[in-house]
């Protein structure tokens, strides 16, 4: 099981990070990259084309502004793709309005602004409905982290 990431522009490696410590977390192999839908239309089909021949199960992609990134990859791949708004101009509003109203038919699951973490929680889940083991990890980390948070908060909270 292998997730790609990649996202338009090496200023934006921070915040993409996220998604690799998630995919991490839960032992799932992934490879990033950067490349731009702008810049470098044709290095970016080429990779896209070399993921679906690497059996890679889904893309990760972030973008900012225009954002045209996720839904440039979307059209070239039935791979699913999970778009990460980055915050570049407008608090982000831009970028992810670009990438959540994908036309019909070539849909982007879009995750909050700047939250790559979320995009590779999303690709865990995915992964998850094949992969039984990560199911089992899924299932003990959501039940840790519920464990943890009563806890953390059971004396309640003081202002």
């Known amino acids: ?93 831009d970028a992810l309005l670009s990438i959540v109203q994908m036309p019909k038919s070539i849909p982007v699951a879009t995750v909050g602004i700047n939250n790559s973490y979320n995009a590779g929680m999303l690709a865990v889940e995915m992964l998850a409905l094949k992969y039984p083991e990560i199911k089992e990890k899924l299932i003990k980390f959501r039940k840790d982290m519920k464990e943890k948070f009563i806890k953390d908060n059971e004396e ?3 202002f």
């Open 1 to 93: 099981m292998k997730v790609a990431i990649i996202f338009g522009s090496k200023s934006d490696t921070d915040k993409m990070k996220g998604a690799a410590n998630a995919l991490s977390e839960f032992g799932i192999e992934y490879k990033a990259y950067v490349l731009s839908a702008h810049r470098v239309p044709e290095k970016l089909s080429e990779v896209i084309n070399e993921l679906e021949k690497k059996d890679f199960e889904c893309i990760i992609a972030g973008a900012g502004l225009a954002a045209h990134l996720p839904g440039v990859i979307a059209s070239q791949t039935t791979l699913p793709v999970i778009g990460v708004p980055i915050n570049a101009a407008v608090d982000g509003l």
């Open 156 to 158: 309640g909270v003081e």
